[in-house]
Nanobody
Framework: QVQLVESGGGLVQAGGSLRLSCVVS????????MGWYRRAPGKQRELVAI???????HYEDDVRGRFSITRDDGRNTVSLQMNNLKPEDSAVYYC?????????????????WGPGTQVTVSS
């Protein structure tokens, strides 16, 4: 099995910063993409930031310039540095990875999710 574990969530005042980290463990051939999603109460889960092979990054418009995603392939980790946090950033943040594994009849890919970490930004 493949497991993702997030850390770094918490309570912070508006304008503050938090750094989220995610570690991918288990049996896999490669990690193709890694990213962060979030879900706020009453809303659907949305993409926050993602990295793909080659170093390309993509950000949700509202966080661009404030958040920064980094990937460490040697440690199988991805981090999200969140600066100048706003109350509307409050959500459960989920780590995501697209993973290639060796299946019974060949290679296959699937998306894995972490359990989430709560980020709360107070006014």
């Amino acid at each position: 099995q493949v497991q993702l574990v997030e850390s770094g969530g918490g309570l912070v005042q508006a304008g503050g910063s938090l750094r989220l980290s995610c570690v991918v463990s288990g049996s896999f051939i490669s990690i193709n993409s890694m990213g962060w999603y979030r879900r706020a109460p009453g809303k659907q889960r949305e993409l926050v930031a993602i990295t793909v092979t080659g170093g390309n990054t993509h950000y949700e418009d509202d966080v661009r310039g404030r958040f920064s995603i980094t990937r460490d392939d040697g440690r199988n980790t991805v981090s999200l540095q969140m600066n100048n946090l706003k109350p509307e950033d409050s959500a459960v943040y989920y780590c995501n990875a697209d993973v290639t594994i060796q299946g019974t009849y060949g290679k296959t890919t699937f998306t894995s999710w972490g359990p989430g970490t709560q980020v709360t930004v107070s006014s």
